[in-house]
């Protein structure tokens, strides 16, 4: 199994440390995980562990970066400016997962780097969570909200986030979501964060299976594997 995550070094003592420690206790020891680094020179004795330089490897996201950070200086102090540091930092998970996606074609599992592992993961896990579908992940159920009267939007809890599919699938869902974010429509959209962005690049493109429908005793959160 793959897995990949993504932490700043402001982050690492905060809760990246234990999510990596949980990670090596309890993940299987065929399994692999990716850490995209965020200006941290993180290294790991761990052979199942790659450290990935972030900034070296997904050069395609200083345009949104440096477009974001001038939308930050520019705002005024309060809601807009919060609205825009949080999509930078979020946006951090959209490149790293989509960079993966397009490197591996065997299914891979997003893990915030702010989850834990609480018990042994079995070595199918990722097979299990899909159920025959593409992807899996948490959905929230659809709700009406008031500022846009009538629609209802899919919401993904992606703490934890499987993918597979096939090549063409993942490049199709890769080109729609990144595009959004390279083009700033993403600051178009009635909500700017990143599991709005996902659900609406799988529409049409991948089946996802909710994890929230599985049994309770196999739900990645709330159960005896992950907790958050």
């Known amino acids: 199994m793959i897995c990949v995550t993504s932490f700043h070094r ?30 941290f020179d993180y290294t790991d004795p761990d052979k199942r562990i790659e450290v990935i330089d ?4 997904v050069t395609e996201f200083f345009n949104f970066r440096d477009n974001t950070k001038k939308l930050i200086n520019e705002a005024a102090e309060g809601k807009e400016k919060n609205l825009y540091i949080k999509c930078l930092r979020w946006s951090y998970k959209i490149y790293s997962l989509c960079n993966v996606m397009q490197t591996y074609q065997e299914p891979v599992i997003w893990l915030d780097a702010d989850t834990e592992t609480i018990s042994m993961i079995p070595g199918d896990w990722d097979i299990r969570l899909l159920n025959k579908h593409d992807c899996a992940v948490h959905w929230e159920p659809q709700q009406k909200h008031s500022a846009i009267a ?75 594997h992950v907790k958050k």
């Open 10 to 39: 402001d982050h690492y003592d905060l809760y990246a440390r234990r999510f990596i420690d949980s990670w090596k206790t309890y993940w299987p020891k065929d399994s692999k995980l990716l850490i995209y680094q965020q200006e």
């Open 150 to 224: 009538g629609t209802d939007f899919v919401h993904w809890e992606t703490g934890l986030f499987v993918v597979a599919g096939t090549a063409e699938q993942r490049s199709q869902m890769t080109h729609k979501i990144i595009s959004l974010y390279d083009s700033g429509d993403i600051w178009k959209q009635p909500f700017i964060w990143d599991g709005y962005a996902w659900a609406d690049a799988c529409q049409g493109v991948m089946t996802c299976f909710d994890l929230w429908e599985s049994k309770p005793g196999h739900r990645a959160f709330g159960s005896k």
């Open 54 to 57: 972030f900034d070296k490897k």
